[in-house]
Structure formats: C-alpha cells, structure tokens
C-alpha cells in the first residue's frame, strides 16, 4: 500500500492543505520502505492531486484539513486519515499496525485505562499518566472478557507513544479514558482507534455504560462520554495532559 504522509521537518505537518513537503511510503506486511519526497510549497491543488496520482497514493495522512481538499481526494480514491500529530516515524509505525489489523478483523475490542489490573478497578483520569490500559472484549449477557493488560509493571507518565502503538497492536478499537493530550489522540488517530473521554466509575461500569450509550440505551443519571478525535470520529479536543 502508498501512503502519502504531510510532514513538517520530522513531525505531521499541522495543516494538509498548506503543507510544504510530502512524503511517500509503501507498506507491505508490516515493512515501511520510503519512496519519495518532494516540495509542493509552490502547487495548487490540482497540482497536490496529480502528485498523488503519479504516485500512486491510496491514503494520506495528514492534520487538519479543509473539506474542499478532502472532497477532492475522496472523489480521486485517495483515503485520508486526519487529525494525525506527531513524529512521521512514530505515525507510521502505528499506521501500519493498523493496516495488519484491519486486514485481520476479529471482535471489537475496548481499552480503558485504569489504576489497577481488573475489571472492577476505577477509570484512571489519564492516558498517559496511568500504569495499566485493561484490554476487553465486550461480551454482552456472557460478561466482558479481559484478553490483556498492557503495564509491564511501568509507572504512571510513560511514554504515551509506545502506549499508543501496543494498544493497535492489541487491535484495539476504542479507548475509553478521563482525558487525553492532543500528542496521544494524534497517534491514536493513526491507529484508528476511537478516543471517548470525560470517562469515570469502575472499569465494568464504563464499559456497559459505553455500550448502552453506543445503542440509544442511556443509563440513569449517567454521564455518557463523549468522543476525541482518535479515529477521525470526533471532534478535535485542546490542552489536557498526555
């Protein structure tokens, strides 16, 4: 697969539609291999557009970007994937997880950080300032399975890179969590993984109460969640710790 990236320096480039440089990767079974890069500072749109076609391009990964540029490049097959931030090496590691998990499918699984290794440990206010993300597939009447717990025994604060990657690697869906940083949504977004935030109670509480919320069941005096932008699902949220 093409991937065409915006990059700024070594980072995403904030603003697809005036980026300066684009870069071109393949990825094939996990393998990143660069192909290309060029300066695009002085191109139009249209001039953006046949790059990508000459390239070859089937998805483009970039920050923000107008609904115009992204019309345009749904309308040339080209699958964008916005709200991406961070170091290129980084989001491409997890991008191309993602691809090996899609490619693979199987049960959706929710990630939820906690302050401890079980189910009926409490919601940790934080991603990235939390020392265990509980891996669970929903399991409906037959109650919800718990296939990882990702810590190693780190302390709170680790890197939430790394975090970011595991979790597609755990073919992770959706993170539930109190709140997010703009560095870990951006990775998350990569990864696809859908971010929900304001999330709080224990660990089994919130998971029914995502699951309810997602159906149109709202729970009494409940506060639903409510979405990052991981995944490109939802709106984009500011400041907040990583």
Known sequence: MRVAVTVFGSTISPLCDAARRIMLVEIIDGEIRRLDEQEVGGLDVSGRLMLLSKWGARALICGAISGFLRHALDGRGVGVYPWVTGEVDEVL????????????????????????????????????????HLVVEPGGA????????????????????????????????????????????????????????????????????????????????????????????????????R
């Open 93 to 132: 590691r997890v991008f191309a997880a993602r691809i090996a998990r899609e490619a693979e499918g199987g049960p959706e699984r929710i990630a939820v950080t906690a302050t401890g290794p079980s189910l009926e440990d409490r919601v940790a206010p934080s991603f990235g300032r939390c020392s265990h």
């Open 142 to 241: 037959r109650g919800d399975k718990l296939v990882e717990v990702i810590s190693d025994g780190l302390q709170p604060g680790w890197a939430c890179t790394e975090v970011a990657h595991r979790l597609v690697l755990a073919r992770v869906n959706v993170v539930l969590t109190g709140r997010c940083g703009p560095n870990a949504q951006g990775l998350l977004a990569a990864g696809g993984v859908e971010v929900v935030l304001g999330v709080e109670g224990q660990v089994v509480d919130a998971i029914r109460l995502f699951i309810q919320g997602r159906r149109g069941q709202p729970a009494p005096g409940a506060t639903r969640g409510r979405r990052g932008r991981g995944g490109g699902a939802g709106r984009r949220r500011r400041g907040g710790q």
